[in-house]
């Protein structure tokens, strides 16, 4: 009884184990999803920018954000195939236990057999019960046969709930071992294409390599734009500053209105939406290399979203649009004020909203624009300030 009583405790802990395991595994499939419909969409956009035969810079980026997204979901089918060893070993180990817990009970159950057969006979019962040497005695006798009798249906109850236990492990073994083998084969599969897209990109980066007078000259036209919306930016800012010291305050003057957008747009960190519907970031925030040209470092005061030909830009909260204008050589930008923040949208054509209109979380404000010299490149340019201070946009939207 002691040792059926170890082995149950055992079952307990090392399901409350395979349940926390079970966890890990869901999240890591559901990532594994999500990496998944990024790649579809990145190989739509490739599939896209290939129809124009130029390489480009775009096209080389995309290619880049591919292999990023393919390497993730290798280590993630890497740290699946990691936990499902893991189920794997661990239903063995216990199958095993439970075969061994079985023959001990069985063994058991049939030394209780022997002896009732030796003493089935109502005869020898109410003898035994008889021949006490007390009236108390003879009760324990008697409550000693009971209790025998009821043990000896519990055993067998539960040999019967073990051995449906094992059939049940044995099964989970082979469906495990079945998606194990299963994600070995994807993985593979991952690998070929992830070498596939490097030799692509080797010879991409080649090409591209021999049009740097070419790329140069883009990389100033848009640090140029760059320059050009930071400049507004700090207009929108000196304004609301010079309002505010008008009132004796500093910073942005803001009505109870603004001043609680602004509270519910930081209490959103991480978590406000993104502000196209389907996109890929192919250019990150803040100072890094350029993926082309050696020795040189780019700037970006927001992040890079590519999508498709076509795709609306959105505001990504409530808000009020500050300023809509034109910037010289990169269409149109949109300035939304939500409180002391403000979001920045541009290479836009059709915009739909005016300065000084109210917007809603979602709402549409204007196309993206697609450039045809870059291969059909249709990027939205997406910064996020608080009120004089950029932010990387990729600690606010959603994962």
Not at 37 to 58: G, R, S
Not at 81 to 107: C, P, T
Not at 179 to 201: G, H
Not at 293 to 306: A, E, P, T
Request: hydrophobic share 35%; no cysteine; proline share 1%.
């Amino acid at each position: 009884m002691t040792n059926t009583r170890s082995f149950l405790l055992l079952f307990v802990f090392l399901l409350l184990t395979l349940l926390t395991q079970g966890q890990s595994l869901d999240e890591l499939r559901k990532k594994k999803e999500k990496t998944n419909e990024q790649i579809k969409f990145t190989t739509k956009l490739l599939d896209e920018a290939k129809k124009n035969e130029k390489k480009t810079l775009n096209k080389y980026n995309i290619l880049n954000k591919q292999i990023e997204l393919r390497t993730s979901l290798i280590t993630g089918i890497n740290s699946e195939v990691g936990v499902l060893a893991d189920f794997i070993d661990q239903n063995v180990w216990l199958v095993n236990s439970l075969n061994s817990d079985m023959e001990e009970l069985r063994k058991e159950y049939a030394n209780m057999i022997v002896f009732a057969q030796k003493n089935q006979t109502n005869y020898s019962k109410v003898l035994f019960i008889l021949s006490a040497g007390s009236f108390n005695q003879a009760y324990k006798r008697l409550m000693y046969l009971r209790q025998y009798t009821e043990y000896r249906k519990r055993q067998a109850e539960l040999i019967q709930w073990i051995h449906d236990l094992i059939q049940s492990k044995v099964t989970a073994l082979q469906q495990q071992r079945t998606v194990k083998e299963t994600l070995l084969q994807t993985k593979k599969r991952e690998a070929d294409q992830l070498n596939k897209e490097k030799k692509e990109q080797g010879k991409y980066l080649t090409t591209l390599q021999e049009k740097q007078k070419d790329i140069k000259k883009k990389l100033r036209e848009q640090q140029q734009i760059e320059s050009q919306l930071s400049n507004e930016i700090q207009r929108i800012i000196d304004e609301e500053v010079r309002k505010a010291k008008q009132s004796g305050k500093a910073g942005f003057e803001m009505t109870p209105e603004q001043k609680l957008v602004s509270g519910q747009f930081e209490q959103n960190k991480r978590r406000i939406p993104w502000p196209v519907e389907r996109g890929v970031i192919t250019d990150h925030f803040g100072i890094h290399n350029h993926p082309v040209l050696k020795n040189i470092q780019v700037k970006n005061n927001g992040v890079d979203i590519s999508t498709a030909q076509g795709a609306i830009a959105r505001s990504v909260f409530a808000g009020e649009v500050s300023k809509v204008f034109v910037v010289s050589g990169g269409n149109m930008a949109v300035i939304i004020r939500h409180g002391k923040y403000l979001t920045v949208y541009s290479n836009l054509v059709n915009v739909l909203v005016n300065s000084g209109d109210k917007v809603s979380v979602k709402e549409a404000i204007g196309t993206i624009g697609t450039d045809s010299d870059e291969g059909d490149k249709t990027v939205l340019k997406f910064q996020i300030w608080k009120e004089n201070v950029k932010q990387d946009p990729e600690e606010w939207i959603a994962k």
